[in-house]
């Protein structure tokens, strides 16, 4: 019996590869928990080319996904919000503007963000302009503008 095989993986398996990948594994491995679990298939002719049409169509999905979040990102990059706050005369807040707000604010522009996508190291507690995260998704960040004026008293 062979110590090593090679087998097509039909889905993507941490620290193995990913889905349409031809991988060497131990017989074991291939015959305890890959085939078993339907994660792999024997690396032959015919399921290298239903293998090659899934991967393409796979690709072609992410493509369309990774477009897609540029776009929010696009959008989002660059845009300003703006809140009044009351503050006293240094210019600090008596309160704060934190996530929840920022995403309001976002949201009442059209701007389809919740608060737990809000990056604050700490509530904005001064008055002035502040550059905020927001996340999309995995390592895609925008960032955007937060003014806080202090109300007219």
Same mark, same amino acid.
């Given at each position: 019996m062979a110590r090593n095989v090679e087998v097509l993986l039909r889905e993507s398996v941490a620290n193995v590869g990913k889905v349409g990948d031809i991988v060497k594994v131990s017989s074991g491995y291939a015959r305890n928990f890959l085939l078993p679990r339907k994660l792999a298939v024997e690396a032959n *002719?015919?399921?290298k080319r239903v293998m090659a049409?899934?991967? &393409?169509?796979?690709d072609a999905e992410e493509a369309a996904r990774t477009a897609d979040l &540029? &776009?929010?990102v696009a959008a989002l990059q660059g845009a300003s919000v703006k809140t009044i706050e009351r503050a006293d005369e240094g210019g600090h807040l008596y309160g704060s503007v934190n996530a929840g707000q920022i995403a309001e604010l976002l949201q009442k522009q059209g701007r389809k963000v919740e608060e737990k996508d809000v990056r604050l190291e700490a509530p904005i507690k001064s008055v002035g302009t502040h550059a905020v995260r927001i996340h999309v998704h995995g390592d895609m960040e925008a960032t955007i503008q937060v003014v806080? *004026? &202090?109300a007219a008293s």
């Open positions: *002719e015919d399921n049409r899934r991967r &393409a169509r796979l &540029a &776009a929010r806080v *004026e &202090a």
